[in-house]
């Protein structure tokens, strides 16, 4: 399976010791993922123009991800539903906006 990715904020992710938990995962059962080309309008619509980002690239070997469109927007997102250990993330990627608030997909990721 491809690299799956995770936005989050810096802190908490440079909080997280030997797993890293997303508020969603108390709140909805499930930690949300995109695929790669789903990232930058997906980023865009729920966290235009927030500053505080890092991109979460993640190998999912090892990790049961589900895929589901869990809103109904025809389409399915990659979610797991426990913590994700701090050893199936391959990189960690700045992520700011553009002036206009929307995002980019980062040119660096791995595949």
Known sequence: MATIYHWCL??????????????????EGFI???????????????????RDLVLL????????VVDEDCYEVGEPYPHVYGPIPATVVTAVVPFPPQADGSFLLPTDLPE
């Open 10 to 27: 810096a802190e908490a992710w440079e909080s997280a010791q030997d797993e890293y938990v997303a508020p969603s995962l108390a709140e």
């Open 32 to 50: 949300h993922f995109s695929y790669r080309y789903q990232v930058a309008r997906t980023a865009t619509a729920l966290d235009r123009g927030r």
């Open 57 to 64: 690239c993640v190998d999912p070997s090892g990790l049961e």
